[in-house]
């Protein structure tokens, strides 16, 4: 830490009257849980500054409460506070929670902490909490005095209905799975057994002696027909493959004249030659 | 003359330049001031001057003024207002908290500070903001951090630290106290406290009191000593204690509301070891607008495959969002760096949320940071929204929407042909080879010589064979 800097805090602590030098004492100081019945559950006396171990857990149904008296250091008497204040503040979410205690006829302070109260303040923020005196005098200055940890009892809300103000989930949407198919070996033999009835069609009409003679016989009409037949059935295909039913539809009828004409004239040239 | 009529087109076209010159303001620099009286103002010299150096364009009146307005035909007439008359019980010509509202509504921006003598304008006007300040006559009080004022102590002049650390609104270095000692600076504030909807997000609790703090009246006993008059069994104490709270609207206006105007004033600017000039200085620029405003420049959607925005988008398409986002700090606008800008696309409920990642450049001059992200549509049709929805504690808010259409794909569009079916297509295609060979056959085929001669032999046996027949019957 740099020297000057050293000097600038030391004389923002010269312009702050700040606890350094508290001039309130405190005595007595008793903090209790009892049951409804009557019987004490957890009490501690316990002398500045010291603290308590092993807190009690409160409930709506067991009344906590502290007690104290409180003294000038100045004039060694009681002290009329201006700030008379037990504070519960929770460990984990640092809320803090004050509830003021009361000068009793004694001069004593007392805090009791209500079923009424406990159920609409507390019950909220169950856990750890740190309970704390925090008194203070328009005289003789604050005295801040943390006396140990209590557990309150509770349910704790599931959930957050804070609207975030951050980054949120992030959302990845799952896709719907790729219908599964059978193995593609599985295709290909069944594939193979729908072909061979034709390849073995075509055996047998070789055997038998099938051939092309006519062809040279009458080969225009013929070809042409053919090549207009195999024509649909190529649209018939690229309709099948493509599923474009108005070109296809167009084509067919640009095929259907031409086609007429051709078979007309094959049919009977193979007619007239006595095919 | 020629001299004359330069100088005259010189200093006219000078001052138009001075005219056009913008404040350091992102949405303008005229300012409104309200206080009690206008001899009133120089308390608050050192604040309104450095106002002034900041390039904003002050109007001074006092509260009790008829001739003030906020607009006029439906035009705001400032940019920013400061009211710094608590007890005024009613500002100009009868402006109520509701025109002060419509101001905020309007796109201006506010800063109340208000005192323990604060009037029902004021708390009215707080309570339309979530602030609720405590009674008139309260103070907030500090029995272990507090101040001395004249040489004597006042518990009523606090010197809180208990800082919001959000960066968008306090630089790191009010957060530190500038040494590096992650200590800041004391705040010295007398005045009222309030109570703030701690869970509401619009609403920053900026600076709040430490656990000895509480809130409470005073009164003044017989020997003259200031005593606390009776609190509550629960009273206002600890980090629930408001002593300056900031609001952004939904429309990006900005309210900051203090419970002491004594923050503001020279005194207290000029303690020793005082961050009220620099924690004052840096809320009245998040206020005004010259810092932590954000906004969208520009922003597209495009298909990954040919890099052009489609009329409507397919399921199951490839595409890229990219937006880019700026900041304004310093008097300019610089590219926003942030790591979680995120993407949505929402039917209904959000389909997709992505963080987008930020493009790196080497462009030192660029003004805006371009955030882009690759995304699959879903395998759901139907209008989709496109959303950028960025909100932030202390920065502005950027929601960008683009409705979009995701159509099915069409008759064509599936996969054709499938593994599975293999056997069938074989079975068309053996029908349509089938057919195509047997009408060559049916054309072509001529039965073989040998075969033929015998069936002609066979013919004449044949026909003897029906009329022996014929003749035995």
């Known amino acids: 830490m740099k020297p000057f800097s050293l000097v600038k805090i030391a004389a923002a602590l010269c312009v702050l009257a700040s606890t350094c030098i508290a001039a309130i004492s405190t005595s007595n100081v008793v903090v209790k849980v009892m049951e409804r019945t009557g019987d004490k559950l957890f009490e501690k006396k316990l002398a500045y500054p010291k603290t308590f171990d092993n807190g009690p857990t409160i409930t709506a149904a067991t009344p906590f409460s502290v007690s104290f008296d409180a003294s000038s250091d100045r004039t060694g008497k009681a002290l009329a506070l201006d700030q008379a204040f037990v504070s519960l503040r929770n460990m984990e979410t640092g809320d803090e929670m004050a509830f003021a205690a009361k000068m009793g006829k004694n001069g004593s302070y007392r805090m009791d902490v209500t079923r009424k109260q406990f159920r609409s303040h507390l019950g909220a923020m169950p856990g750890k909490h740190m309970v704390s005196l925090v008194l203070g005098s328009f005289d003789e200055g604050g005295l801040f005095y943390e006396l140990g940890e209590v557990q309150v009892a509770g349910k704790k809300r599931i959930g957050n209905a804070d609207v975030l103000y951050g980054p949120r989930d992030e959302i990845h949407h799952r896709f719907a799975e790729p219908q599964r198919m059978p193995n593609v070996l599985l295709s290909l033999v069944f594939a193979g057994l729908v072909a061979a009835p034709l390849l073995a069609l075509v055996g047998v009409w070789v055997r038998m002696g099938v051939n092309m003679s006519n062809l040279a016989k009458e080969p225009v009409g013929s070809s042409a027909l053919m090549v207009l037949v195999a024509a649909y059935m190529a649209l018939a295909v690229a309709y099948w493959i493509g599923v474009r039913l108005l070109p296809m539809l167009a084509y067919v009828l640009a095929l259907a004249l031409p086609t007429y004409l051709v078979g007309q004239y094959a049919l009977s040239r193979r007619i007239q030659l006595g095919l | ?473």
């Open chain 2, 1 to 473: 003359m020629n001299l004359l009529a330069l100088l005259g087109t010189l200093l006219l076209l000078s001052s138009v330049w001075i005219g056009t010159v913008e404040a350091k303001s992102s949405v303008g620099d005229r300012v409104l001031v309200l206080v009690p009286k206008l001899e009133s103002a120089k308390h608050y010299s050192r604040f309104l001057d450095s106002l002034k150096t900041r390039g904003f364009d002050l109007s001074l009146s006092a509260a009790s003024n008829t001739s003030v307005s906020l607009q006029i035909d439906g035009e705001r007439l400032f940019d920013h207002a400061i009211l710094l008359a608590p007890a005024a019980k009613k500002m100009g010509g009868g402006l109520t908290p509701q025109d002060f509202v419509r101001f905020v509504n309007d796109g201006g921006n506010l800063l109340v500070a208000v005192s323990s003598e604060l009037s029902d304008f004021h708390r009215k006007l707080g309570k339309q903001f979530g602030i609720d300040f405590e009674p008139r006559g309260s103070w907030a009080i500090d029995h272990s951090e507090f101040a001395e004022q004249n040489n004597q102590t006042d518990h009523r002049l606090i010197a809180a630290t208990n800082l919001a650390k959000v960066p968008a609104v306090l630089s790191p270095e009010i957060l530190t106290g500038g040494s590096g000692t992650n200590a800041s600076l004391p705040v010295f504030y007398k005045g009222i406290a309030h109570r703030y909807q701690a869970k509401n997000p619009l609403l920053i609790p900026l600076l709040v009191g430490s656990t000895t703090t509480y809130s409470g009246k005073t009164e003044v006993d017989k020997d003259g000593n200031i005593r606390s008059a009776a609190v509550d069994d629960m009273p206002l104490s600890g980090k629930s204690v408001g002593l300056v709270s900031v609001f952004q609207t939904r429309n990006n206006a900005r309210v900051a509301f203090s419970g002491s105007t004594a923050l503001f004033s020279d005194p207290l600017f000029k303690r020793t070891e005082s961050g009220n000039a620099p924690f004052v200085e840096s809320i009245s620029k998040w206020v005004f607008q010259e810092k932590s405003v954000l906004r969208e420049s520009n922003h597209r959607h495009y298909l990954l495959s040919t890099g052009e925005q489609p009329d409507h988008y397919l399921i199951t398409n490839d595409m890229v969002y990219e937006i880019d986002l700026s900041v304004y700090n310093n008097d300019k606008w610089h590219p926003y760096k942030a790591d979680d800008v995120q993407f949505e696309a929402i039917m209904l409920d959000p389909y997709i949320r992505v963080t987008l990642n930020r493009t790196q450049t080497s462009d030192s001059s660029a003004t805006a940071a371009t955030y882009h992200g690759h995304i699959r549509l879903p395998d759901r049709y139907g209008t989709f929204t496109f959303r950028v929805n960025y909100k932030r504690t202390g920065y502005s808010n950027v929601d960008v929407q683009d409705t979009v259409a995701i159509w099915p794909l069409r008759h064509d569009g599936y996969p054709r042909f499938l593994t599975a079916a293999y056997p069938y297509y074989t079975g068309s295609l053996v029908m349509v080879l089938g057919f195509l060979a047997l009408s060559a056959v049916w054309l072509w085929n001529a039965e073989p010589a040998a075969l033929k001669e015998s069936k002609d032999m066979q013919k004449p046996r044949d026909d003897e064979k029906k009329k022996t027949k014929s003749k035995s019957k």
